[in-house]
């Protein structure tokens, strides 16, 4: 059509002197009335001398004017295709597959193949995949790099109408587009981009966890030196990576470095968390520290807020790790070694104060376990029961369908007349009742969902948390109280600790002692797992307050078929990895499959070689994996890394949507990548 346009604009340039001659023939007739007959011939010989000369000129020069035409629009199409050619700009065009259909100089260049290449695009740059061509979106765009270059590839499809065979009626579009592309060099921009994120500040805080614990191991003369020591090692850390880190309090450091640097010291796993450990002045303690960074933040103030965060995280972890907070991502390293047992009871007494308050203001206290509860859920909620009533509250424990591990306990409450029908309630019953007077006690968990009702944390403004499992990522959020201690054996033991200090009038009762000792028995292995001095001293107060240990042992004894349960997932279980003990449980026939897991995972620890146990089995449609060692595996950042949590030596999972095929494969190839990064 442009074509056709521009010949019919030529071609009414060439006619213009036929149209004046037109007009000249009928400007004689007028002629010859204003100035007669004479003037009138005069210019009937002119116009006809005029029209033989236009019409030799026509005929003769018609041919030469074309000629002239065609040759203009020649050389201006090598002009055109030579800029194209020559063009700075690297261009291309592919075909709808991404092959090379042609490419300019600079094009070539860059890609360091002649003109003559027509293979597809990613022969040059890897990055462009047919995934990565337009597609329904027109315009697409993937970074590439070349050499020591970084290019923005643009890319657009084209329709060429020319192509289009008219004649077949072959009118797809598809079949007759190509794909252009252009180079954009950016090296210098993202190396700009690279350089403000590597100078990106990040402030961090440091702790020296077990501050007391170590001088205390120590005669006064070295401690000066022994703290000296330290604190040399940790300037010197971040003095090496161009940072800055003063000492803020006696146990505290606040740092700020670089992000780059970052990147280096999360390549050598924060090397200052076993570096501090080799200090020794004759101190029995070993000091450890955790560290807490963060920032993603465009405000400095927000980052160092996700500092204490970390921190505190890292505390609440059983502290010897790092956190690192990068926006809404959270990393950890370390926390390979179990958590110092804390001698004080202090804090105890303190949290023990503290939630007495938060009862006292309260209407009515909701005591909630986790899902599927055991034997320390219910204690621990039994021992907040009783804190409850002592000072006159209106007490329940939400408990739907207790599991039969733990249901002769929850019936024995259920028929004593002392504690009635009332003492448990139903989750559908809470949601009801709770109200803005309502406090909501969660015991031996954590996380959110993993709560028996997660609704009622949303109904409160008054939430309280007694755990003793290492913080994760997702966490309760705006407790009021928050009392996580990693080191305890189990939430019986920190209940227990809480129920000395909550009241001087505050009595245990015998089948209350009976749960909260069965916690901590089942929890530590019959105390052969995670036990400490205040664990004995937990266990000793509840005996002294009536917990029978014959009367919790018949209570607890096993059926025949969990027996044999067990005896088959021993006798199944496969050593992988020359040291991890790998089983399945199968869950039929068996009332409790998960608390049947655990204590044969407990059991394969008992073989000679086996550093960590893991049992799975299947029950309401999730597989569940129990995790066990004694001292040389961390199982708790194995579980984390499939989702879970725990201790050191205890810790869990549960795999939704996943086949135990499906389970196993992922569990061994966890470990073994594990492995590979030297985390475990």
């Not at 080799?278 to 101190?283: C, I, P």
């Not at 450890?288 to 505390?315: D, V």
């Amino acid at each position: 059509m442009e074509q056709f346009e521009i010949t019919n604009q030529v071609r009414k340039y060439i006619q213009t002197p036929i149209w004046l001659s037109l007009c000249l023939v009928g400007a004689i007739p007028l002629l010859y009335v204003i100035a007669g007959k004479k003037a009138a011939y005069v210019g009937i010989v002119l116009l006809a001398v005029y029209l033989v000369i236009t019409a030799v000129l026509y005929r003769f020069q018609r041919v030469r004017l074309a000629n002239e035409l065609v040759s203009f629009a020649a050389q201006y199409g090598q002009v055109q295709h030579r800029l194209i050619q020559e063009l700075v700009l690297p261009y291309a065009l592919l075909d709808l597959r991404g092959g090379v259909l042609w490419m300019n100089d600079e094009f070539a260049g860059i890609a360091g193949k002649d003109l003559n290449f027509h293979k597809n695009i990613a022969a040059i740059f890897p990055e462009i995949t047919n995934a990565k061509l337009p597609g329904r979106d027109p315009r697409t765009e993937v970074t590439v790099v070349k050499g020591e270059n970084t290019y923005r590839a643009a890319m657009q499809k084209l329709v060429m109408k020319e192509l289009i065979d008219m004649e077949n009626g072959d009118q797809d579009p598809e079949k007759n587009s190509v794909i252009a592309i252009y180079l954009f060099d950016e090296t210098e921009l993202s190396e700009l981009i690279e350089d403000r994120d590597n100078n990106r500040i990040v402030c961090g805080m440091l702790c020296l966890d077990n501050y007391e614990e170590a001088l205390e191991s120590v005669d006064e003369l070295r401690k000066s030196l022994l703290l000296a020591l330290i604190e040399r090692k940790i300037n010197k850390y971040f003095t090496d990576v161009d940072g800055i880190c003063r000492k803020t309090e006696k146990d505290k450091y606040f740092f700020i470095i670089r992000k780059k640097a970052l990147d280096d010291l999360e390549a050598k796993k924060f090397s200052i968390l076993e570096d501090v450990k080799t200090v020794n002045v004759g101190n029995e303690i070993s000091m450890t520290i955790s560290i807490g960074i963060a920032f993603g933040s465009h405000y400095f103030i927000q980052n160092a807020e996700a500092a204490r965060g970390a921190i505190e995280l890292a505390l609440g972890r059983g502290g010897d790790q790092v956190v690192v907070k990068e926006g809404y991502n959270t990393r950890y390293f370390g926390g390979k070694t179990e958590s110092v047992e804390k001698y004080t009871r202090v804090k105890a007494r303190v949290k023990a104060h503290a939630l007495k308050e938060i009862i006292s203001s309260k209407n009515e206290v909701f005591i909630m376990g986790h899902k599927i509860p055991d034997v320390d859920a219910l204690g621990a909620a039994v021992g907040i029961y009783r804190c409850s009533r002592t000072i006159d509250k209106p007490a329940a424990i939400v408990m739907d369908n207790p599991p039969d591990s733990i249901r002769p306990m929850v019936e024995g409450f259920k028929s004593n007349p002392d504690y009635g029908e009332h003492m448990f309630i139903s989750t559908r019953e809470a949601k009801e009742r709770i109200n803005s007077g309502t406090v909501v006690v969660v015991v031996d968990t954590n996380k959110p969902n993993y709560t028996e009702c997660e609704d009622l944390l949303r109904r409160t403004n008054a939430i309280v948390v007694l755990d003793h499992h290492r913080q994760g990522r997702e966490v309760i959020q705006n407790a009021v109280l928050s009392y996580i201690e990693p080191y305890a054996s189990s939430a019986c033991e920190m209940v227990a600790e809480v129920v000395q200090y909550f009241d001087e009038s505050l009595k245990i009762r015998p089948l209350e002692a009976d749960a909260m000792y069965a916690g901590i028995m089942v929890d530590t292995s019959n105390f052969l797992t995670r036990t400490g001095v205040r664990t004995f001293e937990a266990a000793a107060y509840l005996r002294r307050n009536g917990a029978d240990v014959t009367r919790i042992r018949k209570m607890f004894r096993d059926n025949m078929e969990d027996i044999q349960a067990k005896s088959r997932a021993i006798a199944e279980a496969e050593i992988f990895a020359d040291c991890f003990a790998i089983s399945e449980c199968k869950s039929d026939g068996l009332k409790s499959p998960t608390v049947v897991a655990a204590q044969t995972a407990n059991e394969l620890l008992s073989v000679v070689g086996v550093k960590a146990s893991f049992v799975l089995t299947e029950y309401n449609q999730m597989i569940y994996i129990s995790a066990r060692a004694i001292d040389e595996i961390n199982v708790q950042l194995i579980m984390e890394r499939l989702g879970g949590g725990g201790h050191l030596n205890i810790a869990g999972a549960q795999l939704p949507d996943t086949t135990m095929a499906e389970a196993m494969a992922l569990l061994k190839k966890t470990i073994l990548q594990m492995q590979e990064e030297g985390d475990i």
